[in-house]
């Protein structure tokens, strides 16, 4: 029902800043959880930050203080600041909207994009 688009992906090195964008199309509703996921090669991909249905924000520790996330709920769009990166920050990077959550845990149906890729170097 919703379509899912990243952008804002990139390489760049230690300390710098990189701004995602999520642009949705389809239907959306006001209860659903919006999210920005992560996955490194070889390994579990990782809840980065979820905002619910009531503004609520979830952000995962290893982000916590860098990494900021909104939304434009008339461009129906989900963004990530992400501000002093780190090596270990360099991952594909996934919009997903979903029926619930708790915390960036997803519940129902979740609609996932194709992702952006992030790499920092050292």
């Known amino acids: 029902r919703v379509q899912l688009v990243e952008s804002g992906g990139g390489s760049v090195q230690s300390g710098g800043s990189l701004r995602l964008s999520c642009a949705a199309s389809g239907t959306t509703y006001n209860s659903d959880c919006w999210s920005w996921y992560r996955q490194a090669p070889g390994k579990e991909r990782e809840g980065v930050s979820t905002i619910d249905g009531d503004g609520d924000i979830t952000y995962a520790d290893s982000v916590k203080g860098r990494f900021t996330v909104s939304k434009d709920n008339f461009k129906k769009t989900l963004y990530l600041q992400m501000n002093s990166l780190k090596p270990e920050d360099s991952a594909m990077y996934y919009c997903?909207?979903?029926?619930?959550?708790?915390?960036?845990?997803?519940?129902?149906?979740?609609?996932w994009g194709k992702g952006t890729l992030v790499t920092i170097s050292s």
């Open positions: 997903v909207v979903s029926d619930n959550c708790f915390g960036t845990d997803l519940y129902g149906m979740d609609y």
